[in-house]
């Protein structure tokens, strides 16, 4: 607070300044008065000190503060303004990145809805039932035959037939009783064949070359075999005479 005394104001530093510059100047003038040439029998005036109010001085003090308070708006206005500029570039960043998020997910949306949507219209290929598995052929069932002369002229029927080669099972069984009555070790070692060294052999005493010759595919190569002999001796029958029925003797 200043005291509205005169010449007892307190002063700044700038004010203290301005007092001395202004007291030398003073100095200085009242010093050349005193020795200009031409004048020194005139009498010296002393120079009257100015006096310097508090009214001078706080309205000097006021305009620099002023100054300095301008100077300091201006700055914070200058730095509210760059700051506003920044944060609204912020923001339009921000926004800017949000709108383009937007729009890539929008856009990657589609493409999915859209081969999603072309995979289900997508035209599929019935799929074609698998065809039943076919049951395996069942193994034929082999038909028993009885293990004696009965069962060997039939079993002897049966593949005769599947060979097309005619006899009958009265004619077959009358030739087996006349020839060897019915025993298949049967063996001729006195007629002719076995005087050659080819006995005949068997339920129809057959001789080994004629077996082998109509041999029929399926049976035993063995001439002692009831069924093989049989088979054997009813094809070469019926290529000689037509068929085992037309056979009466020796043959």
């Known amino acids: 607070m200043r005291s509205t005394t005169t010449g007892t104001a307190r002063l700044t530093k700038t004010h203290k300044l301005s007092a001395i510059g ?53 700055k914070t ?13 912020k923001a339009d960043a921000a926004a800017a990145k ?22 289900r219209s997508q035209a599929r ?21 009885a293990d004696n002369l009965d069962g060997w002229i039939k079993e002897s029927l049966d593949i005769l ?15 087996v009783m006349r020839e060897s009555t019915g ?8 007629d002719i064949n ?14 080994d070359p004629t077996f082998k010759a109509y041999h029929v595919e399926g049976t035993s190569w063995d001439p002692y075999d009831p069924v093989a002999n049989i088979t054997a001796s009813c094809n070469y029958a019926a290529d000689k005479y037509g068929s085992m029925d037309n056979v009466n003797s020796a043959y």
Do not use: C, F
């Not at 030398?24 to 109010?53: E, F, Y």
């Open 22 to 74: 202004v007291t030398v100047a003073m100095s200085a003038a009242a010093v050349a008065l005193a020795v200009t040439p031409g004048q020194a029998d005139t009498p010296s005036i002393a120079a009257k000190p100015v006096a310097w109010t508090t009214t001078d001085l706080g309205a000097h003090d006021h305009i620099a503060q002023q100054s300095e308070k301008t100077a300091q708006q201006a």
């Open 77 to 89: 206005a200058t730095k509210a303004k760059t700051d506003a500029a920044a944060a609204k570039a």
């Open 98 to 119: 949000k709108k383009a998020d937007a729009a890539a997910k929008a856009k990657s949306d589609k493409a999915r809805a859209d081969q999603q949507a072309a995979s």
């Open 125 to 145: 290929t019935p799929v074609k039932p698998a065809a039943p598995a076919k049951p395996a052929p069942a193994a034929p069932v082999k038909k028993a035959y």
């Open 161 to 175: 037939k599947s060979k097309n080669i005619p006899a009958t099972y009265d004619g077959i069984k009358r030739n």
């Open 183 to 190: 025993n298949p070790r049967a063996i001729n070692d006195w």
């Open 194 to 207: 076995a005087a050659n060294g080819v006995p005949s052999k068997g339920l129809l005493q057959i001789i």
